[in-house]
């Protein structure tokens, strides 16, 4: 809710069926474009300046996902870093690409997570 950075850091590319033209899919097909064979991407993120359609608000201030239930499994499986013990790339990448402090475990401490 305060950060979104990994929202608009990298390209969001899943196997198309995970769009809800498929049976099954649940990610809204329109925001979705074509990518490679078999694969579509979230609009926006397909570019060298990513920012994902479904992101709503303020990167690093408040911020959330439009579609957070629907999302795509590239979205889940990002995981904020040491909310589970260990750091994920993906964030620290993120976050440093907006010059956002890297989480640490002192994070989850003093959020009582
Ligand atoms: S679908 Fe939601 S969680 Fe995934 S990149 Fe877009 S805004 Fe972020
Ligand atoms: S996973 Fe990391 S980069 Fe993504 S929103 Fe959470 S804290 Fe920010």
Redesign the pocket.
Known sequence: MRCGAC?AAFR?AFHWSEADDAPGGTVPVELTQPLRNHERA?HGTDSTDPH?I??RGTVGESCS?S??AL??SP?RAVQASWENGTADPHCDRARARYGLPLLTPVDWIESGN
Do not use: Q
Request: charged share 10%; net charge positive; with cysteine.
């Open positions: 929202c969001v979230m994902c479904a992101l996902c579609i957070y999302r795509p979205c």
